[in-house]
């Protein structure tokens, strides 16, 4: 590049998707990213399409139950389905594992929430409070306790979705 080339492009008008890659897979892949309702020209701006394209592409997603979309207010809103997320991480889950392995890890699962809930004696992580403790250190440490406590019912809820679909051939229900 001489000194009389055009201003190289700065970092905002730089290309942000691969090229050839087509409006469905960019508009797919901001949905996923996006953690709270969003409408569909501010989807439409990052993934780089008409706000029409964009969302064209965000009812198909919908119709696949991948967003949802609240139609209630101005402009309408789309969000992904967090349930859609957590299919797939039992999908992949139930792809990577024998069942056996899935309900071992689902056993060690229930022994670490029994843990917890000896540990706070609650049976709910909502239940705990947090603050009545002496110093921010023990705050601190319950907060990532009871953190860890959500996590690990979230992970049992997700391995035994996995369960499911290891023991029916991917489907939710014996086909």
């Known amino acids: ?6 201003a190289p492009e700065s970092p905002a008008t730089e290309r942000r ?3 050839g890659e087509d409006t469905f897979s ?12 969003t409408p569909a020209a501010e989807i439409a701006d990052v993934a780089d399409c008409s706000p029409n394209a964009a969302k064209k592409h965000l009812d198909r997603l919908a119709k696949m139950g991948i967003v949802s979309v609240n139609r209630d207010g101005r402009p309408v809103q789309y969000e992904r389905n967090e349930g859609y997320l957590e299919w797939q991480d039992a999908s992949r889950i139930a792809d990577e594992l024998t069942v056996e392995e899935i309900i071992e890890r689902v056993s060690e699962l229930e022994e670490e ?3 917890y809930e000896d540990e706070f004696d609650a049976t709910d992580p909502t239940a705990v409070s947090v ?4 110093s921010h250190e023990a705050i601190h440490d319950r907060m990532a306790a009871v953190s ?3 996590g690990v019912i979230r992970d049992i809820r997700l391995y035994e979705l996995a369960r499911q679909l290891a023991e029916n051939d991917g489907h939710l229900i014996p086909a």
Do not use: N
């Open 1 to 6: 590049m001489t000194e009389f080339d055009p």
């Open 17 to 19: 998707w691969q090229q």
């Open 26 to 37: 960019r508009v797919y892949d901001v949905a996923m990213g996006i953690t709270s309702p």
């Open 113 to 115: 929430r029994a843990d």
């Open 131 to 134: 603050y009545d403790q002496d």
């Open 148 to 150: 860890e406590w959500h």
